[in-house]
């Protein structure tokens, strides 16, 4: 989605690449934020924070906004279409009637590009969920992007406004490989990265037993987080892998590629792969 954004207006940059920049590759399983009554379970850092996180690497401009007041916020969002800007916003899942109803969750934190609005004052759509362009009718967009409750987004949007003409990429890379690194194994709260990933285990084996319509809930949501929404870790691995070997690329440093040292990109390929034989595993056990 950043991509989108920022390919927009010249920057041709690549959406792993975007995401690798931002260091969003993360572990997260925080008990005391409740999604559907389930712990809420994260492997990548909100939308917002990677959009903020580049921009501020490379010195992009980006305006962010939001509203108390859900007109002023639908006004503010056809002002920038009528300017021609793509306009990036957090809005709930549950509210966007192009999801089919097996897809449909009280998740507050979808982010998706809005690009246009037709004749029949529909908005233009590019969903990151979805391979083909959607509409969605201003009054769903409305209440989707005002409801209120966990990470409400009160409307939040965001434009990019200037982006400079040069920008090497090489410094961020290998800086942002490290804060990565460090995010994944030197926080010392045991909710995040490696400790996040030990403890949740720790919470399913411990699982009770008689509890069997709350386990499978507790599990299928796990599963959904990591497979089916955009917050899902395996395929935010994918991407990372292709971050690393498009650095390793850019950078004509093949460290990364060198299998008799055990590279992040191979390590992370094989994480991945055995994450999601592990998902479809349960799925079929359930």
Not at 141 to 162: E, H, N, P, S
Not at 228 to 250: C, H, Q, V
Not at 257 to 266: A, D, I
Request: include cysteine.
């Amino acid at each position: 989605m950043l991509s989108t954004l920022l390919r927009a207006k010249g920057l041709n940059i690549s959406e792993p690449m975007a995401f690798g920049l931002s260091s969003a590759l993360t572990f997260v399983y925080l008990p005391i934020i409740k999604i559907g009554g389930i712990p809420l379970v994260a492997y990548r850092m909100p939308p917002k924070t990677i959009i903020k996180s580049v921009c501020k690497k490379l010195n992009i401009k980006l305006h962010s906004q939001k509203f108390s007041d859900p007109d002023k916020g639908m006004q503010a969002l056809d002002d920038e279409l009528a300017k021609g800007n793509l306009v990036g916003i957090q809005s709930s899942v549950y509210w966007l009637p192009y999801f089919p109803e097996d897809m449909r969750f009280h998740f507050n934190a979808h982010n998706l590009v809005v690009y246009g609005k037709t004749a029949a004052g529909n908005y233009l759509i590019s969903d990151p969920v979805f391979e083909e362009l959607v509409e969605c009718p201003s009054d769903n967009l409305k209440r989707a992007r005002f409801v209120k409750g966990t990470l409400a987004a009160k409307g939040l949007m965001y434009v990019i406004r200037d982006v400079p003409k040069d920008i090497d990429l090489t410094p961020h890379i290998y800086s942002s490989i490290a804060k990565t690194a460090k995010m994944m194994s030197g926080l010392i709260l045991p909710f995040f990265g490696i400790k996040g990933i030990n403890h949740l285990s720790k919470k399913i084996r411990n699982l009770d037993p008689n509890k069997t319509k709350y386990n499978k809930l507790f599990l299928a949501h796990i599963v959904r987080m990591q497979e089916e929404i955009g917050t899902g870790g395996a395929g935010f691995r994918f991407m990372y892998a292709s971050f690393l070997d498009e650095a390793s690329k850019l950078t004509d440093d093949k460290t990364y590629l060198k299998p008799r040292l055990r590279p992040p990109l191979l390590v992370t390929i094989g994480v991945i792969l055995q994450w999601t034989r592990c998902c479809f595993v349960k799925n079929v056990k359930s």
